[in-house]
């Protein structure tokens, strides 16, 4: 089993580009996504410039949280007083259909969001998202073609870990999903960035020892931030420093 540990969420504040920056500095994680939208976003990006991990920085495409960075999308379900609210994909319908006028706000925002990112002067070319907001159906659509129009290298995939634990129509979607993702990745089988399975810290604990996983490449996602001086994610409170030490053994 080979892992690519990914900070989510650079830039979402100072104290997570701090978390984030001491993981790259200690050899802790492999990769990190920015999201471009929010006050921190410009400091994470001097960070990771001054240390030398600006190669290894994807873009967190967020619309969740924070500012959005063009008008259109400011007076649609996404947004309340001019910020995102976090709402608008709670609702099962938004996921698979949007209204025509959302639909170009949307990708009007995702446009710009990829087009800070590359202003930025990063060159990974990966893509995940905020919640990950893009495995949703009606995102995925206006997405797909940016990617191929901006020269995108990597998607991250959906959550498809432990397996037996993803069942129904779940699995199906899930599957439908990765493989098309997997049409879209240029990363091929030698790359450091190659990827067959993605999920979270708790998600890789289920499957250590199991041999169907030997030999692949698995992608988790953490969120760092230091909590009483110990480095947490921010979302499962568990210690990461402790989890790579025993991944490692």
Not at 94 to 105: E, G, I, P, S, W
């Amino acid at each position: 089993m080979r892992l690519l540990i990914n900070a989510d969420d650079f830039g979402i504040s100072e104290s997570v580009n701090h978390a984030i920056d001491y993981c790259f500095n200690n050899n802790i994680i492999q990769r990190t996504t920015i999201l471009v939208n929010m006050d921190s976003s410009d400091s994470a990006v001097a960070l990771s410039k001054e240390h030398g991990y600006a190669d290894k920085v994807g873009l967190h495409l967020n619309l969740i949280e924070g500012t959005p960075l063009t008008e259109l999308i400011k007076n649609t379900i996404f947004c309340t007083n001019g910020v995102f609210n976090g709402q608008a994909l709670r609702n099962q319908r938004n996921r698979f259909l949007l209204d025509k006028q959302v639909q170009n706000a949307v990708k009007c925002e995702l446009r710009a969001q990829i087009e800070k990112y590359i202003g930025y002067g990063f060159t990974l070319y990966h893509i995940d998202s905020h919640e990950h907001t893009h495995t949703n159906p009606s995102i995925f659509k206006l997405l797909c073609p940016l990617i191929g129009e901006y020269g995108f290298l990597s998607v991250r995939l959906s959550r498809n870990i432990p397996e037996d634990e993803i069942t129904g129509l779940k699995s199906m979607y899930k599957n439908v999903f990765n493989k098309k993702v997997r049409k879209l990745n240029k990363y091929d089988q030698g790359s450091q960035w190659h990827v067959a399975y993605f999920g979270s810290q708790s998600d890789v604990e289920k499957i250590l020892g199991d041999p169907n996983y030997k030999i692949a490449k698995i992608e988790v996602e953490t969120h760092p931030v230091f909590e009483n001086d110990r480095l947490i994610d921010a979302i499962s409170s568990l210690g990461i420093e402790e989890w790579i030490s025993h991944i490692r053994v």
